[in-house]
């Protein structure tokens, strides 16, 4: 069964330092997508970053990138220079590659606090 | 663009109580999703769609039904209300077509069954 698996419930880091939050996966899919969302206190999921299986370099978008370690599993969001802002809940979820339905696995997400 | 539209955003319902979270999207996706979201917890599929008439159950689907007769809407429907679904509940919508297939969220619907 795929499954997601996120281990660490809470975060600090320091403004301005890099942060990573882990996520391991299981799936025996070839084909398959992981994605990073973003949920603040105020409740909305916001799409932070997408990596194909097939993808041969690790996605980046901003200050967000994803160290992909296929072998491992793994699929741990890096955020470089945290900001305030960045304190929210964040959510590994992978893609359900079979049947072209497009639907998402989520894990139980990780609580960023950036301190100033 | 107004993305993903749901309403209500808050409702409280007594128990045995029946209701209609109604979601719109103006994106022109085909796909379209139900999550739930209970506190401190990741989202879980309810139902989902791929298509106008085209609706299949997720992982939790007991106790819900939808419907798809347009590609813009997805109600939710609830039937006898119990207090195990009180939650946040949101809909997502995404292009499939696209190599990421990202789903676009609303800004949720928080449920309180007493």
């Known amino acids: 069964a795929q499954k997601i698996t996120q281990t660490q419930p809470g975060m600090f880091v320091q403004e301005k330092e890099a942060v990573t939050l882990d996520c391991t996966y299981d799936?025996?899919?070839?084909?398959?997508?992981l994605f990073w969302y973003k949920q603040p206190s105020s409740g909305e999921m916001i799409f932070l970053i997408y990596?194909?299986?097939?993808?041969?370099q690790n996605a980046t978008e901003g200050r967000y990138s994803l160290n992909f370690q296929k072998a491992r599993k793994s699929a741990n969001l890096v955020i470089s220079a945290s900001q305030l802002g960045d304190s929210a809940m964040y959510f590994c979820?992978?893609?359900?590659?079979?049947?072209?339905?497009?639907?998402?696995?989520f894990g139980q997400g990780t609580t960023l606090q950036v301190k100033p | 663009n107004a993305g993903v539209t749901q309403t209500p955003k808050f409702r409280i319902l007594k128990i045995g109580q029946s209701m209609t979270l109604q979601c719109t999207q103006d994106?022109?996706?085909?796909?379209m999703y139900w999550y739930r979201q209970d506190p401190g917890m990741g989202l879980k599929l309810i139902y989902y769609?791929?298509?106008?008439?085209i609706t299949d159950k997720g992982e939790v689907p007991n106790g819900y039904n939808v419907s798809r007769s347009t590609t813009e809407d997805f109600p939710l429907r609830l039937e006898l209300a119990a207090p195990s679904q009180t939650s946040v509940y949101f809909c997502?919508?995404?292009?499939w077509g696209s190599g990421a297939n990202v789903l676009t969220f609303g800004a949720g619907s928080r449920l309180t069954v007493l």
């Open positions: 997502a919508s995404s292009y």
């Open positions: 994106m022109n996706h085909n796909y």
């Open positions: 799936t025996s899919d070839p084909s398959y997508g």
């Open positions: 979820a992978m893609r359900d590659g079979a049947g072209n339905t497009g639907k998402l696995i």
């Open positions: 769609s791929v298509g106008a008439g």
């Open positions: 990596q194909g299986s097939y993808d041969q």
